[in-house]
């Protein structure tokens, strides 16, 4: 029994191994592998699959990263979203923050690919404890929906709403905490 489970480890980790070394390959030729994103459709398929903007959507996604510019918080553009009866790209009627962060975050919207390599497996980082990510960018992959300026000034407000939150001095304890029960 032993040996089978070692057999089959050996062949999930070699399929996996084939399966990153096609998407690297495909990367490093320039051919990024796209699925369905908010703003845009996926047409064609293999080699000749590209994104193709959804001309309401992505004028939803102009929204969200000008509003987030002009000091709109991830709530406010949530609730400017479900009063308008926005939808996710799943048909959901309400935005998580993750969906608005993932969004804002994402390089796709500028019509550059990124491709990143990151160790997935425990015995890869034990072998390679201080190998850092790959990194693979595809220019002009596909219509950027946002221009490279506007997403940069999303990435400058992030990252300083996050050094804010990462030094501020946490307050005196809730007088609360332990005392109610939820």
């Keep these: 029994l032993t040996l ?26 320039g051919i990024p592998k796209f699925r369905r994103l ?19 959507e992505a004028e939803v996604v102009r929204n969200i990263f000008n509003m987030y510019v002009s000091g709109s918080t991830i709530s406010d553009i949530i609730r400017h979203l479900a009063s308008a009866g926005i939808q996710t790209v799943k048909g959901q009627s309400v935005w998580s923050k993750n969906n608005i962060k993932r969004m804002l975050k994402n390089i796709k919207y500028t019509g550059n690919s990124k491709i990143v390599k990151q160790a997935s497996r425990l015995s890869e980082l034990q072998m390679n404890p201080l190998k850092e990510d790959e990194e693979i960018l595809i220019h002009n ?42």
């Design 4 to 29: 089978y489970a070692a057999i089959a480890q050996q062949e999930v980790v070699n399929t996996s191994q084939n399966i990153s070394w096609a998407y690297r390959r495909r990367a490093l030729a």
């Design 38 to 56: 908010y703003g845009y459709r996926v047409v064609g398929s293999g080699q000749g699959q590209m994104l193709e903007p959804i001309p309401e």
């Design 141 to 182: 992959s596909h219509p950027a929906i946002i221009d490279q300026t506007l997403f940069d000034a999303v990435q400058v407000i992030i990252n300083a709403n996050h050094t804010l939150r990462t030094f501020i001095p946490k307050s005196k304890e809730n007088i609360l905490v332990g005392r109610v029960h939820c």
